[in-house]
């Protein structure tokens, strides 16, 4: 079982920054991916950026050179840096763990989401 608790979201301007984060606890797998996912309201889930245990990223086009995701693997924190942010970059957004249970099966958990609203 991981709990994932996120936090950072809120109101900011275009053009400005916000910087999330996601705490992860519980029985945690010894190698394990994290992602962001967003969901604008009537929308379906979209990646935002992945990273791999190795560090490995990988972003959505939309965000390319803006967003920067990063995680410390000490505490068991994912953050996700949002620069010049646009009005659609509104969203409610949704980190995700993928490791293994204690079982050894694939496994997954969703924080439980915080919104991001890019307005002026």
């Known amino acids: 079982q991981v709990q994932l608790t996120e936090s950072g979201g809120g109101v900011a301007q275009p053009g400005g920054s916000l910087t999330l984060s996601c705490a992860a606890s519980?029985?945690?797998?010894?190698?394990?991916?994290m992602g962001w996912y967003r969901q604008a309201p009537e929308e379906r889930h979209d990646l935002v950026a992945q990273?791999?245990?190795?560090?490995?990223?990988k972003y959505a086009d939309s965000v390319k050179g803006r967003f920067t995701i990063s995680r410390d693997n000490i505490k068991n924190i994912v953050f996700l840096q949002m620069n010049s942010l646009k009005p659609e970059d509104t969203a409610v957004y949704y980190c995700?763990?993928?490791?293994?249970?204690?079982?050894?099966?694939?496994?997954?958990?969703w924080g439980q989401g915080t919104q991001v609203i890019v307005s002026s």
């Open positions: 990273i791999a245990s190795t560090g490995e990223t």
């Open positions: 995700l763990y993928s490791g293994t249970s204690t079982s050894g099966d694939p496994f997954g958990s």
């Open positions: 519980g029985s945690i797998s010894p190698i394990y991916g």
